[in-house]
């Protein structure tokens, strides 16, 4: 049986087209389905916004719901000043959400599972939200650091805390993307394992299997929702320093 980590190797799909620093660069199984998911999530949302039909079909109704659940989850949590962070907050999400799913076909590559990808995703947030908030409040954006309305005298206690808070946030943002992405494979690889060694026998593991299926994608969807609504309340501490 084949190691459950095997899926999450990176694999040259070219050979090297250049090299930096005597690392050879090249097209991987990781960066195919990237550019996978931003072709297919970008077509479907061109085709469901092409026709703009008064009765949606079913391409553009689903267009639509993005749309608006994004759009909701921006008002919800970051008001009026966040109208203008739509494009990128709505591409997150996308993308975000294609790349779990993409995943869970039949040979696919799951590239919210590797941590050098998740984090890189969490540290331009929070490089992005960062500096938003030193443009638009500049000096004043540190009282970030300091409760409004908290004693003066527990401020050395405080301070720390709040820093080493802040600054976690792109580990845990990424960390709980790639964890959840990645024990979810894992589990679904060694019960598929199970059902073909017993054969006949692996009807409950393949019940099960089913069952698990339907909870990775589930916790593919809520993964992308989660690390996207965390982004939307980053940026709302940045906007309004509470």
Request: glycine share 8%; net charge neutral.
């Amino acid at each position: 049986m084949a190691s459950p980590l095997e899926q999450f190797a990176i694999q040259d799909l070219t050979a090297p087209l250049f090299t930096i620093g005597g690392h050879h660069i090249a097209v991987t199984n990781s960066a195919v389905f990237m550019m996978g998911a931003v072709v297919l999530s970008s077509g479907l949302l061109l085709a469901g916004a092409g026709k703009g039909a008064m009765i949606p079909g079913r391409i553009q109704a689903m267009s639509e719901l993005f749309y608006e659940f994004i759009a909701n989850m921006i008002r919800d949590n970051v008001g009026s000043a966040g109208k203008k962070f739509f494009p990128f907050i709505f591409t997150l999400f996308i993308f975000t959400l294609f790349g779990n799913i993409l995943g869970m076909l039949p040979y696919g590559y799951t590239f919210t599972s590797q941590i050098a990808v998740t984090f890189f995703m969490a540290m331009v947030v929070f490089l992005g939200v960062t500096l938003i908030g030193l443009f638009k409040h500049g000096l004043h954006f540190f009282s970030l650091f300091f409760p409004h309305g908290a004693p003066l005298f527990t401020a050395p206690i405080l301070i720390p805390i709040e820093l080493v808070s802040y600054l976690s946030r792109p580990i845990s943002l990424s960390v709980r993307l790639f964890a959840n992405m990645t024990v979810g494979h894992v589990l679904l690889k060694v019960l598929a394992g199970f059902v073909v060694a017993l054969g006949i026998f692996g009807v409950v593991p393949l019940v099960v299997l089913v069952a698990i299926t339907a909870l990775e994608l589930l916790v593919a969807l809520l993964q992308a929702y989660i690390f996207t609504i965390l982004c939307c309340i980053y940026l709302n501490d940045a906007l309004h320093l509470h």
